[in-house]
């Protein structure tokens, strides 16, 4: 009897080993697959990055040829941009208006963000209600009036209408950042409270501290947003040169020299530059500020 259990044992032991090893390699197939696919598909979106860099490399006239690899490497190309054309102060421009939009988006959504989810108030479920229906709302459908209210505030062209509207808060940012201060323990507030602590300073003290991931989420996307933009710009300051942005420089750069494809692919590649370098370094922070704001709602 003693005999047979240990057979049976070992027999137990063995199939617990074969299903260990099947399960090892279902799971190594299974990672192997999904980074295969992870890879792919990273080299189908990064192809059309590289082949610009490469194009950007090429003399003028291997540009218009089929040719996948420049013969030689024309890094004069970088030079001749900031020659040509003033693309130095466009991107002095860009950084102007994107650096005070992201400034002001802060530092209007956070007191916003905290009213509505920190405090207790009649009317507060209503109000947040009302600043998320704004965001169904069409930008051109208010685009007119508020255009004609800039004019009549003799704005344009200036960077004024890009910049102060970020002052006056964003829905989307109010609402990622509400999302967020739901999160945090209501105990942490009563107890400074407690102590004496006001609310704007527990607002900068605690709760903005704790909502740093959140916070550089909201900065990073008014950030790209306004690099990005295009018809704000070309709706504002296109009359004077001298404000020009990267987004309608560049247009303005393709309609004199459309026939250079080099240089074009050049001015493109150093308009992607600084966000692709913000985006790589600032990935982690903005991953977890778009994922923590979900925790609650």
Not at 244 to 251: F, P, S
């Amino acid at each position: 009897m003693s005999q047979f259990t240990d057979e049976k044992l070992k027999q137990i032991d063995r199939e617990a080993v074969i299903l260990k090893r099947k399960k090892k390699s279902k799971d190594f197939l299974q990672t192997v697959g999904d980074h295969s696919a992870l890879i792919t598909m990273s080299v189908i979106f990064a192809f059309p990055l590289f082949m610009v860099f490469i194009i950007s490399l090429m003399s003028a006239g291997q540009a218009e040829t089929r040719s996948f690899w420049p013969k030689p490497f024309v890094w004069h190309n970088y030079i001749e941009v900031f020659t040509t054309v003033p693309f130095l102060k466009w991107t002095l421009n860009t950084m102007f208006v994107s650096v005070m939009g992201t400034i002001g988006v802060v530092i209007s959504s956070v007191p916003a963000a905290y009213v509505l989810s920190r405090l207790q108030w009649k009317g507060r479920h209503t109000t947040f209600l009302i600043i998320l229906g704004t965001m169904m709302l069409p930008g051109q459908v208010t685009q007119i009036p508020v255009y004609i209210i800039f004019a009549k505030l003799g704005w344009i062209p200036s960077f004024l209408p890009l910049i102060v509207p970020a002052f006056f808060g964003s829905a989307f940012s109010i609402f990622l950042l509400r999302q967020f201060f739901t999160s945090i323990p209501d105990e942490i507030s009563d107890a400074a409270r407690i102590d004496g602590c006001s609310e704007f300073k527990l607002m900068m003290r605690i709760v903005v501290p704790l909502a740093k991931p959140a916070i550089s989420a909201i900065a990073l996307f008014a950030f790209l947003g306004s690099w990005n933009d295009f018809f704000g710009p070309l709706l504002y300051i296109a009359e004077n040169p001298d404000l020009y942005t990267l987004g309608i420089g560049l247009n303005a750069f393709k309609g004199d020299h459309h026939t250079e494809t080099s240089l074009m692919m050049t001015a493109s590649v150093l308009f992607m530059l600084p966000v692709i370098v913000i985006f790589f370094f600032s990935q982690k922070v903005f991953i977890e500020g778009v994922t923590l704001t979900g925790v609650k709602g």
